[in-house]
């Protein structure tokens, strides 16, 4: 079957879709590296990096603790970092008594400590969950994160996060894809940091 105009212009605006939500964010980098600086800072000072999601966004949570916790690139250190949507039946059982928006915010209350991170993961900015995780772990003094999708939701308007790092489209498959990358970037930018200390001064020493 031959490969029709309409086809390969499906083809292109598919990948046009990609491109214009990376290059936006790209835009951001020196923002980026400068979440990742201060991540890498409190990792050398003994904190965790806590990350949750609902449903896709829970996913994501457990693929970014794991790849802390155990990198696939050999030498890499292993950082700290557990994913608050693994343990379903915590997250259940807070969702049955205080609601699904605590299910989150009850958890880093009690696993939290001032030198922690909280990365929050939703597609479109306006999961209660992950706003009031955002919110609590404000409250309680961590780094707060956020990866968003479309405008950023709720998220954005209630400035839940200190960072928030924005996949600019409407389409949840480019919201993930977009998503994955910017974790990996993440991981990799604070193990750069985490291994050379001098830079997070802003500078390289010795």
């Not at 001032?114 to 955002?134: E, F, K, Q, T, Y």
């Not at 998220?155 to 600019?168: D, K, P």
């Not at 993440?186 to 010795?206: A, N, Q, S």
Request: hydrophobic letters at 45%; proline letters at 4%.
């Amino acid at each position: 079957m031959p490969v029709t105009s309409t086809m390969q212009l499906a083809v292109s605006e598919a990948f046009a879709r990609r491109d214009s939500a990376g290059h936006a964010l790209a835009e951001d980098s020196l923002r980026i590296a400068r979440a990742c600086r201060e991540m890498a800072d409190r990792f050398h000072r003994g904190g965790k990096l806590i990350v949750f999601g609902s449903g896709g966004g829970g996913t994501d949570a457990a693929h970014i603790a794991v790849e802390f916790m155990h990198p696939v690139i050999m030498g890499k250190k292993a950082l700290p970092a557990l994913a608050l949507s693994n343990d379903a039946a915590t997250v259940s059982g807070v969702s049955a008594r205080e609601g699904p928006a605590e299910s989150f915010a009850h958890q880093l209350r009690r696993w939290a400590d001032p030198a922690d991170m909280a990365l929050g993961i939703s597609r479109d900015g306006d999961c209660p969950g992950v706003l009031r995780g955002l919110q609590e772990a404000g409250a309680l003094g961590l780094f707060t994160l956020a990866l968003v999708g479309g405008d950023g939701g709720a998220v954005v308007r209630e400035r839940a996060a200190e960072h928030i790092l924005i996949a600019a489209s409407d389409d949840p498959a480019v919201v993930k894809e977009i998503h994955i990358t910017v974790y990996h970037v993440l991981w990799e930018l604070v193990h750069v940091f985490h291994d050379r200390p001098g830079l997070l001064g802003g500078k390289e020493t010795g």
